[in-house]
């Protein structure tokens, strides 16, 4: 059982464009909702995150749009450039579970010059 | 930044073997996990280790499995007897404090069970 989904599994888009990349949970538990990027031959790092409190979450060209009554969540990417290219994971976390992190299975991100 | 370093980046072993893979954390993290990557397949948590105990482990954490960090050096993952199904890419993470607000990744030993 996925209780992390991520879509679509791959995205192209043009430089300067805005790549969406979507979420959705099944555990209404979870209240911490972190995204990770990893770049080729790297290791995955922490890009942005949001909690349940906010609907929003702005860092810079990063913005995550989080719906809680949907348990749907999108990382918004504006003026996207080819250095955003990387696989990206929305993860979920339950307070009360300590600390496990649930990854969702990544989304491949193309930015074209 | 803060630098979590994983010996080997590669490790090529035969099925019933022995593994033990090494993590060097951050200095300063008091917490210390063991994610598991199948090729195509997202990163899934195995177990967390705080005070020289595991706090939460999951399914896939088996009994072949085990956890140490001997006097502050390498946190480590030691799988024997190891099976096929054991081959993917382990990555190790640290953090300050246990929600999880900050996790530092190494870049992943690759497993292979031949």
């Known amino acids: 059982q996925q209780q992390v989904r991520q879509s679509p599994q791959s995205l192209t888009v043009w430089e300067g464009e805005t790549a969406i990349l979507n979420c959705s949970y099944e555990d209404s538990t979870f209240d911490y909702f972190p995204w990770y990027w990893q770049f080729p031959r790297e290791s995955p790092a922490l890009l942005i995150a949001?909690?349940?409190?906010?609907n929003k979450k702005e860092d810079g060209r990063f913005t995550i749009f989080f719906n809680k009554r949907e348990k749907k969540l999108s990382l918004h990417i504006t003026d996207s450039q080819p250095g955003d290219s990387a696989t990206y994971f929305c993860a979920a976390l339950a307070s009360s579970s300590f600390s496990k992190l649930v990854f969702g299975q990544g989304t491949s991100l193309s930015v074209v010059p | 930044g803060p630098k979590v370093l994983q010996i080997p980046s590669h490790q090529i072993i035969d099925m019933g073997q022995m593994v033990t893979l090494n993590c060097d954390p951050v200095?300063?993290?008091?917490?210390f996990y063991w994610y598991k990557q199948i090729l195509g397949q997202q990163m899934e948590f195995l177990v967390n280790f705080y005070n020289g105990k595991v706090m939460e482990k999951s399914k896939l954490f088996k009994d072949q499995f085990s956890v140490e960090r001997p006097d502050g050096s390498y946190f480590t993952l030691k799988i024997q007897p190891t099976a096929l199904e054991d081959s993917a890419v382990y990555f190790c993470a640290s953090s300050f404090q246990p929600s999880n607000e900050r996790l530092f990744f190494g870049h992943g030993t690759k497993l292979s069970v031949l």
């Open positions: 949001i909690r349940p409190v906010s």
């Open positions: 200095s300063n993290h008091l917490y």
